[in-house]
């Protein structure tokens, strides 16, 4: 106790000893510096883009931008790069993870804020923080062990005999790896995610709105339809939306277990071969075949530029949605 | 009896879907550390965590996964620290520097929510372009540099959202003694919000260790611990990914225990932030 007083004590002296005049320069400094690094951020970015735009030049000159968007077929080595089975990938595995996750996630975010009891919150709360932190690695493993010998076993058979009419729910495809295994898997995680937005955008809804409307006798779901839906919807869209980029760019769980299939898929039991899992498949490797490497790149940059394309509508919409109530 | 009204009737059906979503989100989450624990437990040996893979481990034989634990600490604290040296100060600054409402200011956040969106293995294929043009092999030091990509935004938002919550009146109290903003910043705020800062950092060190894409082509994979930044480095996700995609069955289950190495990381992380940040905030005036 007395060494920590001698301590502070002797810091306070030397506090003392600084002139008006050094404190100043360390201001001026400190000024100079925090607003220099301020512009990181944005030189990142720029850098990201330059970098990605610079190196898949090459494949941008030799090929139309249509050849490779819609073009369909993978064959590096023969100088064929369409990307279109891998956008096609994406998309099939993203919106039907979506399709999953965001109507269960907002039920989810709609109890916590406001149904719960403050104990069933505490409760909650940290579940949904641990399936945000679990790695992605871990949710492949679990998909690979539990949700593609589902897939395989159970759902595939029975949907395409119960369903033989639907033509997305028929595959000649027998292993479970497969689109519904990777929306599956994605589904799980994402959903912690488009919960902490969805419930910090219904949060923003001022108490006494809620109150004055369960006053006059309105149930709390008529509470929630007329007067929390209107001003939250945008938010919770945002949310979604920014659920879908996630979910879009998510790599490792989804490579193992989509089965990796550079084919335009047909139905949820389809193999598919999502953006990401095409470039951390091929990247990386001693690329001799000519192009091979700008095409990689310029896959990364058309994820880039897709997932930023999902953020900053949802952002402006967040920021719009949030702004309101602050107001 | 109470007559069920239609509306009655919407109220029970929206709160039964509530239930059930709720049910499905614990249940997928209890599911998968079932999985994980029932399938990892019975393959994690003391020689899983105190060895790296010894000649054949690959095929079976005895060894563990240690170069990948230590890899991955590795990368994640290098990764962690070298984004706190620059989410710090730009944090610091865009709420104590840079006036709350300015162009720049919502410029800057704006940047950094695109970064924060940026798929891992974006900045995976970035770094590994940057890495050749510095003259780097897959190192430890590539590995930390893209870490610290992926970790800056998060970290940098997270504390953003802290030191928005920081209390004016203790600031302004600060000035008012006649203290300048940087002596203010680092001997008033950052004690202050140092429970919420810490969260902030580990949150970053976690999502650094379990992340896979990143590391991928820059880390690089070896059975030995590194000695040097240049060295190669393994990784825990890493580990799983490669194990697992080996035809030998004990090589799977070691990917097993290897994941499950890596899911109690990850939450003791997460607990140890928690534990942390309620202790220090004892210190914070109320």
Known sequence: MAQALQESQKIDKREARKTLASRQRDERWASIEFRALSTLPAILFGVILVVLLARSWPILQQKSLMDLLLGDTWRPSEGQFGFLPFIAGSLWVTILAMLFAAPVSIFCAIYLSEYARPAVKALIKPLIDILAAIPSVVYGLWGVLVIVPWVQGSLAPTLGRWFPFLPFFNSSNPTGYSILSGALVLAVMVVPFIIAISYEVMRTVPRGYLEASLAVGATRWQTMRYVVFPRVAGGLIAGVVLGTSRAFGETMAVLMVVG??????HSIFDAAYPLTALIANNYGEMMSIPLYDSALLASALLLMLIVLLFNVFAALALRRATAREEA | MKKLTRRHLEELIAQGLMYLSLALVAGSLGWILFTIIQRGAPALTWDMITKTPKGGFYLGKEGGVLNAILGSLYLALGGTLLALLFSLPISLGLNMY????SRWALLVRSVLDVLWGIPSIVYGAFGFTLMLAMGLRASLLAGIITLAFVELPIMVRAMDEVLRRMPRDLENASYGL?????????RVVVPQMLP????????????GIGDAASV???AGYTDRIPTSLMDPT?????AVFFQLSMPYPEVQKRAYAAALILTILVLLVSFLSRWISARLSRYSIK
């Open chain 2, 216 to 218: 991928l082509f820059t």
């Open chain 2, 234 to 238: 393994a990784s825990l996700p890493l």
């Open chain 2, 98 to 101: 840079i006036p709350r409402k």
């Open chain 1, 260 to 265: 990796n299939n550079p084919i335009i898929p």
């Open chain 2, 178 to 186: 006649g203290a300048t903003r940087i002596e203010t910043a680092l």
């Open chain 2, 196 to 207: 919420g800062l810490v969260t902030a950092v580990m949150l970053a060190f976690g999502r």
